[in-house]
């Protein structure tokens, strides 16, 4: 599982780096609209996601791709817990005490980012 998760990241570090990249920048050549299907013309608008859409169907002052947002507020959820659940050091220390294994207790909660190695 840490080998798929380590392929899946370099995936996603390789997109991120050509999405960024000055030398190379991106052409979008969607040809139809995400929401309605439909021929895209202008003005039409394209997400780094590749997800393009007319501006009419989109709502006003949308910043994020309706077709990915709800992945997106999920995995914002999970952070904003796990950053919730730092602060909680009595549960922390609950749960290496009922642990067999205190060690595995501590880097499990090391690999959802409750251990922050910087000074609050």
């Not at 021929?39 to 997400?47: A, G, K």
């Not at 393009?52 to 169907?57: A, D, E, G, I, V």
């Given at each position: ?5 380590r392929t ?15 030398e190379q ?96």
């Amino acid at each position: 599982m840490i080998k798929s998760y380590r392929t899946e990241t370099t995936k996603k570090q390789a997109e991120v780096a050509a999405l960024t990249s000055e030398e190379q920048p991106q052409v979008f050549q969607n040809t139809s609209c995400t929401a309605c299907g439909g021929q895209l013309d202008l003005p039409s608008v394209h997400f780094m996601c590749k997800h393009s859409y007319h501006q009419r169907c989109l709502v006003e002052n949308e910043t994020e791709c309706p077709a990915c947002a709800r992945a997106h507020s999920t995995i914002r959820e999970i952070r904003r817990a796990n950053q919730m659940a730092a602060d909680q050091h009595d549960l922390f220390l609950a749960e290496v005490q009922e642990a067999e294994d205190g060690f595995g207790a501590t880097a499990r909660m090391f690999s959802k980012g409750l251990l922050s190695l910087q000074a609050p």
